[in-house]
């Protein structure tokens, strides 16, 4: 059973703007009857071109349902500009939150909004191309959609992505492709924030030094190893030791202690504190 808010038992209760409008300016359909949802959304503009009606036709569960329904309630008002900006996260909201497992709801609200400015800016005769290339072919998820997602939503796990947009949720072939979109925005993401100050430990309690080793860790080091097939794991800190573990490529190889003291230990040196030392945690049988 779904735990669903007030709001989206309201709007699956008592849908609002359900039909098709007569001589629409814009029609969005998506999804199909196949894969379980598919909604049609129609608008009509204003002579200020603001949407002045909207309604939709869905075919789904109750968060489908409920989703299309705020989502006509939603744009009314709204300039296409203003309407091309309406996430899928805005859309959740709105209902005050959905049912992770039935995100790709609101997804699908946006798509459909997108794909009826779309048919109105190509004067009724465009269809609405996806973009990007098909990596679920059991969905027709493009990579450009997949990562679209990941982005708005702050995704970090393939489970997550099947929930927001279906991807990988059919035959599991797709997985592996997700996987690295996941790493792709992860990447850029960390390129995009500001680096952890460095030398900051002075000033740091023991807990945001702590975050702040997690954080290097996360940030500056993972990626690098990652890259090569490895991986890094923070097993404790005792005062000034840091011990971690190798993972992957990593454990394996011969030159573990250069990366242990050349990248692990220089980056965490330079991002927290120079009196940090690092270890590498003891094997088991080695520890007996
Ligand atoms: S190709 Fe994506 S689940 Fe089958």
């Known amino acids: 059973m779904w735990e669903y808010t007030d709001k989206v038992r309201d709007h699956f209760f008592n849908p609002r703007n359900v039909g098709e409008i007569e001589d629409p300016d814009g029609v969005g359909e998506v999804g199909s009857l196949a894969c379980g949802d598919a909604l049609r959304l129609t608008f009509k503009l204003d002579e200020n071109g603001r949407i002045a009606d909207a309604k939709f036709k869905t075919f789904g569960c109750a968060s489908a349902i409920a989703t299309s329904s705020v989502l006509t309630e939603m744009i009314r008002g709204m300039t296409l500009e203003e309407a091309a900006k309406v ?47 098909i990596v679920c072919t059991c969905f027709g998820v493009t990579d450009s959609e997949i990562e679209r997602v990941i982005r708005e939503n702050d995704l970090t796990t393939v489970e997550q992505v099947t929930n927001y947009c ?65 991986n890094i794991e923070l097993i404790d800190i005792e005062g000034n030791k840091v011990i971690v573990a190798f993972r992957g490529m990593c454990a394996q190889c011969q030159l573990a202690e250069f990366t242990m003291r050349d990248v692990v230990e220089a980056k965490l040196r330079e991002f927290v504190s120079p009196d940090l030392v690092v270890e590498e945690q003891n094997e088991p049988d080695a520890q007996a």
């Open 166 to 230: 279906k991807a990988g949720g059919g035959c599991g072939g797709c997985q592996g492709e997700i996987e690295k979109i996941i790493e792709k925005v992860r990447g850029d993401k960390i390129k995009e924030q500001p680096a952890p100050t460095p030398g900051r430990a002075g000033k740091l309690t023991n807990i945001q030094k702590i975050q702040l080793i997690q954080q290097t860790i996360n940030e500056q080091i993972r990626p690098a190893l990652r890259a090569d097939g490895g």
């Open 87 to 133: 996430t899928n996260k805005d859309i959740a909201d709105y209902l005050g939150g959905l049912p992770e497992q039935k995100m790709h709801c609101s997804v699908m609200g946006r798509e459909a909004l997108e794909a009826a400015i779309d048919n109105f800016k190509g004067g009724g005769a465009k269809k609405h191309e996806l973009e990007g290339n």
